[in-house]
């Protein structure tokens, strides 16, 4: 199909140069066909100018592609993954317990009563005679003058001239009685009881206890690991590369012929 394209447009203008005028018609001054061919020569009797003849489409044949479709049979090589058992021997360590003798140390407690000697302290009361300070108060009334502040209601003029009544602080002195104590600081003699400690040292027993050795034998329970081999299979993949054939599909273009119609090539000469 791309082929028929330009084959088309060659044969188009082709056409159309057939159709345009001829050199001494196309600029300057127009000459009849007799001066093109003879020149300079006399005159000829004049004579009809060609008209351009019809368009003859004719046909022709042309060479077109098509795609087609096939299926092929290819080998190409596949990657497979082949399994296979295959032995092996690895390694437990496995615990294993047995009963061992062995000597162990024990304390044994040993309760006796040992004398000792030791001192106590014993209060005792005795009396004694002290000094001590109190305090009296005496007591007295007081007369004192004292400010007291109170508010007093005053007449008075506003701002636009009429009466009004306002409170105003007024301060005065004023004669009050208060009790006033004043203390006084006096000593006396008094027997009080007083308590002394004194050391007194005494004997007795306490209970002492001793820790003795002693040495025997224990079975025990001893747990060791005991190294074993063991076989076992496991499954392992082998990497294989085998060709396998496969239908693919492939696409070629096929020619094939088709008969068109174009315009025909038609050339328009002069009368002589």
């Known amino acids: 199909m791309t082929r028929i394209v330009p084959v088309a447009v060659f044969l188009t203008s082709l056409a159309l140069v057939c159709i345009l005028p001829t050199e001494s018609q196309a600029f300057g001054r127009r000459h009849s066909p007799c001066e093109s061919a003879c020149g300079a020569c006399a005159p000829c009797a004049p004579c009809e100018v060609a008209k351009p003849a019809p368009v003859k489409m004719v046909e022709r044949t042309v060479t077109k592609y098509k795609p087609e479709w096939k299926e092929q049979e290819v080998t190409v090589n596949v990657c497979k993954m082949v399994p296979r058992e295959e032995k092996y021997t690895y390694a437990v360590y496995v615990p294993v317990t047995k009963q061992e003798t062995r000597k162990v140390t024990t304390y044994n407690r040993v309760t006796k009563e040992v004398d000792c000697t030791y001192t106590v302290l014993v209060p005792k009361t005795y009396q004694e005679k002290r000094t001590v300070t109190y305090c009296e108060y005496e007591t007295k009334m007081v007369k004192e ?38 203390p006084i600081t006096k000593t006396k003699e008094v027997m009080c009881n007083l308590i002394k400690c004194e050391t007194e040292t005494r004997t007795g027993k306490r209970c002492v206890v001793d820790c003795v050795p002693v040495m025997r034998d224990v079975v025990c329970n001893v747990c060791t690991l005991e190294k074993q081999e063991k076989t076992c299979m496991r499954t392992v993949c082998d990497y294989k590369t085998e060709a396998v054939k496969r239908m693919v599909k492939t696409c070629t273009m096929v020619p094939y012929t088709e008969t068109i119609m174009v315009p025909e090539c038609q050339i328009t000469s002069c009368c002589y």
């Open 145 to 182: 003058t004292v400010p007291v502040c109170k508010m007093v209601r005053v007449e008075a003029v506003d701002e636009c001239g009429r009466c009004c009544y306002t409170c105003k602080a007024v301060t005065e002195n004023v004669e009050v009685t208060r009790c006033v104590r004043t």
